[in-house]
Nanobody, 116 residues
Framework: QVQLAESGGGLVYPGNSLGLSCAAS???????MGWFRQAPGKQRELVAT???????NYADSVKGRSTVYRDDAKNTVYLNLDRVEPEDTAVYYC???????????WGRGTQVTVSP
């Protein structure tokens, strides 16, 4: 079982950049790692994923202003989001999905609020 802990959330001014980290309790080399977010009153949605091969996928809403990357040696995955907008306000969750078993794990989430 993998435990995930997000960090880096908080209050961000519109137009600024945001950096999130997700530290895993164990090795992530056989996991697809991802970031999801859930805004108030909305369903949880994909933000970005990165496979164990390093292939990245982004939601249209963040494409071109977001970077997801992983450091397997540190068991950590990162998300950078530039030019943040109020619509980026949400709880951001880290996700790990095993390519071997299909088991999926979630972090507890970190709140990001974009506001002047």
């Amino acid at each position: 079982q993998v435990q995930l802990a997000e960090s880096g959330g908080g209050l961000v001014y519109p137009g600024n950049s945001l950096g999130l980290s997700c530290a895993a309790s164990g090795g992530i080399s056989t996991y697809t790692m991802g970031w999801f977010r859930q805004a108030p009153g909305k369903q949880r949605e994909l933000v970005a994923t990165v496979t164990f091969r390093g292939n990245r996928n982004y939601a249209d809403s963040v494409k071109g202003r977001s970077t997801v990357y992983r450091d397997d040696a540190k068991n950590t995955v990162y998300l950078n989001l530039d030019r943040v907008e109020p619509e980026d306000t949400a709880v951001y969750y880290c996700n790990a999905r095993s390519v071997v078993s299909g088991n999926e794990y979630w972090g507890r989430g970190t709140q990001v609020t974009v506001s002047p």
